[in-house]
């Protein structure tokens, strides 16, 4: 099961209310007979779109983000929170890999990627489309910013070149379903020959994780693992984050999934902190994944210096 530590009662928000609310009615579904009831509680869509409103009033407490429009704040959330979806991913794709003993093909780093993008698609109702699309934009950004202040790449390094993971992920995302990730895919200027071939990527990808995860998925009369999710206080100004994402159930999303979908040897648990550097990790000895604020930080800032010209050259077609 998930367990999660409850904020202060202070903290609860509107839409916290609202979604308490849903539990209620779901609850009062078991008792009551008749449609009408069971029709009231609100599909999850639009019970994260109540959490995006009001993590975006959350954001314009901040100084530094006062000064944005409304939309303009509501793009950085998605951004933000669509990021982060994916970094939390990958690094539960290394926990999922150490757990369960998997053989790795390849290095560990792509396939915690392929991983990320997968189960983001999965967790795509729980959050939202437009959030998804976000995670694949991160990375372009990300190789834009290195660019601009003279980094240079990492050719060495475990894992794969910004602009690389990004097209990884555009190319799973449009083979997943072309027609709904057609407009990222022009957006990106991923020539339509790779944009088939992209399918097949998918369904080897999809077909492989799946036969690996095939022992270990949970049946519905097996018990569901411990996975505990902590919000820690944020140090300064990363502490609107974590109400930001407390606000969101963030953890609480991806736990509940994780819990429901795989039988986990032993628990684990997630934890989003202040760290005092950018960074991430799953640590096997003490079973657990790590999450910095200051990530969550630095993808608003990409977003602000960055986000706003999306325009790239037409890479060269390849034949």
């Known amino acids: 099961m998930a367990i999660l530590r409850s904020p202060p009662a202070a903290l609860f928000s509107k839409a916290a209310k609202f979604i308490w609310a849903g539990h209620i009615l779901v609850a009062l579904t078991a008792l009551v007979p008749g449609p009408l009831l069971a029709q009231a509680t609100p599909p999850a869509s639009e019970i994260f779109q109540a959490r995006i409103d009001d993590a975006i009033r959350i954001l314009a407490t901040e100084p530094r983000f006062q000064g944005l429009s409304p939309q303009k704040r509501r793009a950085v959330v998605e951004f933000v929170v669509g990021n982060m979806l994916f970094v939390m991913a990958h690094e539960l794709g290394h ?91 022009d957006e990106m200027k991923l020539p339509m020959d790779r944009q088939k071939s992209c399918q097949g990527d998918y369904r080897n990808a999809a077909w492989s994780w799946e036969t690996l995860l095939m022992p270990h998925r949970r049946s519905a009369d097996q018990p569901r693992q411990t996975i505990e999710g ?31 979908r795989f039988v986990w040897p032993r628990s684990f648990a997630i934890e989003m902190r202040s760290c005092r550097a950018v960074g991430a990790r799953w640590d096997g000895e003490s079973r657990r994944i790590e999450l910095c604020y200051e990530i969550a930080e630095e993808f608003a800032q990409v977003y602000l210096d960055f986000g706003q010209d999306q325009k790239r050259s037409k890479p060269k077609r390849k034949h």
């Open 95 to 185: 926990a999922v890999m150490g757990e369960m003993e998997m053989p790795v093909l390849g290095r560990e780093e792509d396939a915690a990627d392929t991983f990320a993008i997968l189960n983001a698609l999965r967790l795509a109702n729980n959050f939202s489309h437009r959030v998804i699309v976000e995670a694949a934009k991160g990375w372009f950004l990300s190789a834009r910013r290195d660019k601009k202040e003279g980094n240079l790449p990492d050719y060495y390094g475990k894992h794969g070149l910004d602009e690389q993971r990004a097209y990884q992920i555009v190319c799973l995302m449009v083979g997943s379903d072309p027609l709904k990730f057609r407009d990222l895919a």
């Open 230 to 260: 902590i919000y820690s206080q944020g140090d300064g100004r990363l502490d609107v984050y974590a109400r930001l994402f407390r606000g969101l159930r963030f953890l609480e999303t991806v736990a509940e999934n994780a819990a429901d």
